[in-house]
């Protein structure tokens, strides 16, 4: 899709109207944005935090990555004012009674630890609840740093910053979107609020992109795990939880923690595709249904191909599957792919696919070079 064909962000902008009473919900303003089909790599599962900010006076930093949409109760207040349900800082002022205003190029900043290090597509700066007490514009910057550096580190002169948003007007009590067009790897943001004000929540939607010196170390592993550069490139029914999730790191805790389909009334069945780390060798397959009981998936198949036009092999043929158990196999030999699909009949849901090998020599050559080319 050329620039000029790319449907335009919503933007918006001013202080939405005071909280009036019923369901806080009903005059927030949001838009469908495309890039949120790519997973969330500020996501508290994948282990993102909020490691640092430079003022968190009336609600904590930590409230920016919380998984839950922001909540609203107009009659919480606490001994330093109105409780809110996200990051706000106090508001700032000038330096003499002459000059009372903030300057132009005062802000706030928060630094954010990405889950996994990947490219961004797009960032939602949620300012919901936040109606005249949000920031007038935000700005948002990325940085690719070894290890695990320290906020002083990440804050230190030699650090190199690239702008990702650049400072724009947002609005209050809405899901500002921002699409991102920097093909480069990073590790952390700066999330900046001008003058000050109150971010409800941020989401921060990429690709990732695995080092692969550290998935040569491991030799086996998860290649459709998210945190090893997996992701889902589409799936049958999206009705009750996002596909996503079945490549998430861990158990599932929960039913809505896995992928559930709505019930089906014809006689198909539903599926996930997904995207391979690289071309791989897989071995072996683990399908858990953990918390689903009475809506797990009744069977379950699993194919693989390689390329975007290969043909589909099945190496797991279809499976009776138990409610709220792990299922392993062992495959009888090595499959070789770069794309997997599981099938599950006729619907109902799985909660995590785990598909255990290594790269091949081609795939590791081609995710080195495209670690390379992103300066990772």
Do not use: H
């Given at each position: 899709m050329t620039a000029q064909h790319?449907?335009?962000t919503a933007r918006f902008t001013g202080d939405a109207d005071p909280y009036g009473g019923g369901d806080p919900y009903a005059d927030y303003r949001t838009a469908d944005h495309p890039f949120t089909r790519h997973a969330d790599l500020a996501d508290r599962r994948l282990g993102a935090g909020v490691i640092a900010a430079d003022d968190e006076f009336f609600a904590?930093?930590?409230n920016l990555l919380v998984p839950e949409r922001a909540e609203f109760d107009p009659g919480h207040f606490g001994h330093k004012g109105k409780v809110m349900d996200g990051w706000e800082t106090r508001r700032r002022r000038g330096t003499s009674a002459g000059h009372p205003w903030p300057a132009e190029q005062d802000h706030d900043w928060a630094l954010v630890r990405l889950g996994a290090p990947g490219v961004v597509r797009g960032i939602v700066i949620d300012t919901a609840h936040f109606r005249g007490n949000h920031p007038q514009?935000?700005?948002v910057e990325g940085t690719c740093a070894p290890g695990s550096p320290s906020p002083e580190e990440l804050l230190?002169?030699?650090?190199?910053?690239?702008?990702?948003?650049?400072?724009?007007p947002v609005g209050g009590h809405a899901a500002n979107g921002f699409e991102v067009n920097v093909e480069q790897r990073f590790t952390h943001l700066r999330v900046n609020q001008h003058p000050d004000g109150g971010i409800a929540r941020?989401?921060?939607?990429g690709e990732v992109a695995p080092d692969p010196a550290w998935l040569?170390?491991?030799?086996?592993?998860?290649v459709v795990a998210l945190e090893n550069g997996g992701g889902v490139e589409d799936a049958s029914d999206l009705f009750y939880s996002p596909a996503?999730?079945?490549?998430l790191p861990g158990r599932s805790h929960r039913m809505d923690d896995g992928w559930e389909t709505r019930r089906r009334r014809d006689r198909g069945n539903d599926w996930i595709r997904y995207r391979l780390a690289a071309q791989s060798s897989i071995r072996a397959v683990e399908i858990d249904t953990a918390c689903l009981k009475g809506n797990a998936a009744g069977w379950a198949s699993v194919s693989v191909r390689g390329g975007e036009d290969g043909q589909w092999r099945e190496i797991l043929p279809r499976t009776r599957l138990q409610p709220d158990t792990n299922h392993r196999f062992v495959l009888p030999s090595a499959a070789v792919g770069t794309h997997a699909r599981v099938d599950i009949f006729p619907d109902g849901g799985i909660s995590r696919l785990r598909l255990f090998g290594s790269?091949?020599?081609?795939g590791a050559a081609r995710l080195a070079a495209r670690h390379q080319e992103l300066g990772g």
């Open positions: 790319r449907p335009q904590q930093r930590e514009a935000v700005s230190g002169d030699d650090m190199k910053w690239t702008t990702l948003v650049p400072r724009t941020l989401r921060v939607y040569d170390a491991l030799g086996t592993f998860d996503s999730n079945t490549i790269l091949t020599e081609e």
